[in-house]
């Protein structure tokens, strides 16, 4: 398998402007996460998803960000509009739930500066 | 208080050594514990998971879970300077009305001296 791919790899913004980011979960994972990782506060979860249906979004920091999943191979995070604070790595990750397992497995990030 | 903990270091072993990384969390519910190796500028990476008490062994890894103290930790047998990185412990409180509450620590940082 390919594993969890996102893309861009990196992204350099103005403020003010509208960024996308996007994720393929490994196939057949049921389930997505997407986390943003900072020096300061180190690995934060935004939002996962269960079947493409949003379970628990009170990590999103604001209404500036939004996340969707039209279907099981595809997930989108946007940040509308972007400032200098939402500077960070974000990655997507994607697990399979089983009876006595639930590992995560991470994509390669996507580094985003706004400037 | 974090729901997980762990000491952010940086610890220092010397080639051949034993790297011992400890995080403790605080809800009891806790049923998955994980930790994930992450190299600089780079994704996590999984490499243990433990779901009972006791010890789980994988090659040079050792991971322990004491679920009463509620603490969890890896052990490194032999470290190589190619260990130097961040661990990242994770727990999971899998509830079943809510799904998944997923929390990672801050990690610890690991460097292994030649």
């Known amino acids: 398998d390919a594993g969890v791919i996102q893309s861009p790899r990196h992204e350099v913004t103005e403020m003010g402007q509208e960024v996308t980011l996007r994720c393929k979960p490994i196939?057949?994972?049921?389930?997505l996460f997407w986390y943003r990782q900072t020096m300061m506060r180190g690995l934060e979860l935004l939002i996962y998803?269960?079947?493409?249906?949003?379970?628990?979004d009170s990590g999103m920091p604001e209404d500036r960000f939004s996340a969707k999943m039209p279907n099981a191979s595809f997930s989108t995070l946007k940040i509308q509009p972007s400032e200098p604070r939402d500077s960070a790595v974000y990655f997507c990750?994607?697990?399979?739930?089983?009876?006595?397992?639930?590992?995560?497995?991470f994509g390669p990030g996507t580094r985003l500066t706004v400037l | 208080q974090k729901e997980v903990e762990q000491n952010s270091g940086p610890l220092s072993v010397p080639e051949g050594a034993i790297a011992s990384l400890n995080c403790t969390y605080s809800?009891?519910?806790?049923?998955?514990f994980f930790w994930y190796r992450q190299y600089s500028g780079k994704s996590p990476e999984l490499i243990m998971s433990?779901?009972?008490?006791g010890d789980k062994e994988d090659g040079r890894f050792t991971a322990q879970l004491n679920k009463a103290s509620q603490y969890v930790s890896l052990l490194i047998r032999d470290s190589q300077p190619s260990d130097s990185a961040t661990y990242l412990c994770?727990?999971?409180?899998?509830?079943?009305?809510?799904?998944?509450?997923?929390?990672f620590g801050t990690g610890t940082s690991l460097t292994v001296i030649p």
């Open positions: 990750a994607s697990s399979l739930w089983t009876s006595g397992s639930d590992e995560q497995f």
């Open positions: 196939s057949g994972h049921d389930y």
């Open positions: 998803f269960n079947n493409n249906v949003p379970i628990d």
């Open positions: 809800d009891r519910v806790s049923q998955s």
């Open positions: 433990i779901y009972s008490n």
């Open positions: 994770a727990v999971n409180n899998f509830v079943t009305n809510t799904g998944n509450q997923f929390y």
